[in-house]
């Protein structure tokens, strides 16, 4: 039997400071789902972390939500990338391109892709073909802070998540189950 696919998939970026990014993109697969369709979500600059997400994606949504985890379990210095690090994200941009080049499936998520731009381990270049070569039905969704201006040029939707008060600034430490 034939799924339905969007008739035109449109590029959205969620970026900002803020909390919520993440987040926001799987609310949207979530809704993707619950109307049949496949979404893959590739987190960049991410491995080795138990996200509520990924236990969801397990456990509730497979095989309709594939999340792919590329990256370390510790923070990327921007101004001293390791190696690993390099290499880690020119593997999920990899995957992104043959992901969305497959056609299997109606959404594709790229986590963190516009922190992985700004700290150069993703070419800009390379993110803005991708975009421009994206598939007519796919629906595309990039996240993550320091969005550039091109690639938001290029997008159809872009929120900013405004960071105006949050507990981390009174101490509260990331939290199992709503912060990860």
Do not use: C
């Not at 994606?57 to 690993?84: C, S, W, Y």
């Not at 994200?89 to 056609?103: T, W």
């Not at 975009?131 to 290029?154: D, F, H, I």
Request: charged share 30%.
């Amino acid at each position: 039997m034939k799924r339905e696919r969007l008739e035109r998939g449109m590029i959205h970026v969620y970026t900002g400071n803020g909390k919520g990014k993440t987040t926001a993109s799987l609310g949207l697969a979530l809704r993707a789902i619950g109307h049949g369709y496949s979404v893959y979500m590739i987190q960049f600059m991410k491995g080795d972390i138990e996200y509520g997400e990924l236990v969801s994606a397990r456990n509730l949504l497979t095989p309709h939500l594939t999340i792919r985890q590329m990256g370390r379990p510790d923070f990327v210095n921007k101004e001293n990338p390791e190696k690993i690090d390099i290499e880690w994200a020119q593997k999920a941009f990899k995957l992104a391109q043959e992901v969305i080049r497959g056609g299997e499936h109606d959404m594709v998520i790229l986590d963190e892709v516009n922190v992985a731009v700004d700290f150069g381990l993703v070419g800009l270049e390379d993110l803005l073909r991708l975009l421009r070569g994206k598939p007519e039905n796919l629906e595309l969704v990039l996240t993550g802070r320091y969005a550039k201006s091109e690639v938001m040029q290029v997008a159809d939707l872009v929120t900013e998540m405004l960071d105006i008060k949050h507990y981390y600034a009174q101490g509260v430490e990331s939290r199992k189950g709503i912060d990860k």
